[in-house]
């Protein structure tokens, strides 16, 4: 479904992705690890045109794309096809959790709001949240607010959700919630590309793992074979320093 190739990406004179290539497949829950700073953040915004690589190419669904020339038609185009969920939601505060929901629907798709309404509340059920649709983010928690932002994702029946540290943002009492909704994507086969540092969810939920390291993938394969015997010295360090 996805392919990148040979991702270049630097701030001024500071190089941080130096050469990266990644593929997933439709149906993978691919879990992108590595240490702070290593890259990963940047990787996803790339992919998902929030920052513009310098060059690289991107295959989407078939369709070629070369990364340091997509022009903005290309990336609308692409974009239709993909959700991102934020480290901090990024909801609007002065909407209700069903406007958040809806509101990409309605402005962006020019969907009629009845039917936006329709597949909102569908959405908000399925995260969990139907019964809070008429709450202000401040009325909800993180974990509900992420929960949220998911419901937002899914209503544009994206092909791919990008997570970016989807957790990291909330007490460690609240996380679980939000797993357990990844989790059920992850069951009813949604294609998923996740930055997290939640070992857990990489060991029990993701089908594959891309481990970084400095702007370089060190190691990517099935997670099983990750965690169970990860090939190269520096994932075993990586590995020995969180578990
Ligand atoms: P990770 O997600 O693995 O922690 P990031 O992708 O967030 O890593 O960051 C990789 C490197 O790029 C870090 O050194 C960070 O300081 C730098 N960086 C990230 N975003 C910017 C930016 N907008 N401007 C300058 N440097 C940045």
Redesign the pocket.
């Known amino acids: 479904m996805l392919q990148v190739e040979n991702l270049h990406k630097a ?2 004179e ?1 190089q ?2 130096k050469g990266v290539s990644l593929t997933v497949e439709k149906g993978d829950v691919v879990a992108i690890l ?12 790339c992919i998902n045109f929030l ?1 513009k690589a310098d060059s690289g190419r991107l295959v989407f669904d078939g369709e070629d794309f070369d990364l340091g020339r997509i022009t903005r038609r290309e990336i609308a185009r692409l974009r239709k096809k993909t959700a991102f969920v934020f480290q901090n939601y990024n909801l609007f505060r002065n909407k209700t959790a069903l406007q958040n929901v809806t509101e990409g629907l309605i402005t962006a798709r020019k969907m009629p709001k009845a039917q936006a309404e329709a597949i909102g509340l569908q959405m908000l059920e399925k995260v969990g949240m139907a019964d809070r649709r008429d709450y202000f983010p401040h009325q909800l928690s993180g974990g509900q607010q992420q929960r949220v932002a998911i419901a937002r994702a899914l209503a544009t029946s994206p092909e791919i959700i990008y997570f ?2 989807p957790t990291s943002a909330l007490d460690p009492e609240l996380i679980g919630e939000v797993l357990a909704v990844m989790r059920q994507l992850a069951a009813e086969g949604m294609t998923m590309l996740v ?1 997290t540092h939640e070992m857990s969810f990489a060991r029990e939920v993701s089908s594959k793992v891309i481990f ?1 390291e400095g ?1 370089h993938v060190v190691e990517q394969g099935p997670s099983k074979e990750f965690f169970a015997s990860p090939k190269e010295e520096r994932t075993r360090a990586f590995l020995r320093r969180i578990t």
């Open positions: 701030f001024g500071l941080v992705l590595g240490p702070s700073g290593s890259g990963k953040t940047t990787l996803l915004r920052e970016d540290e930055v970084m702007g």
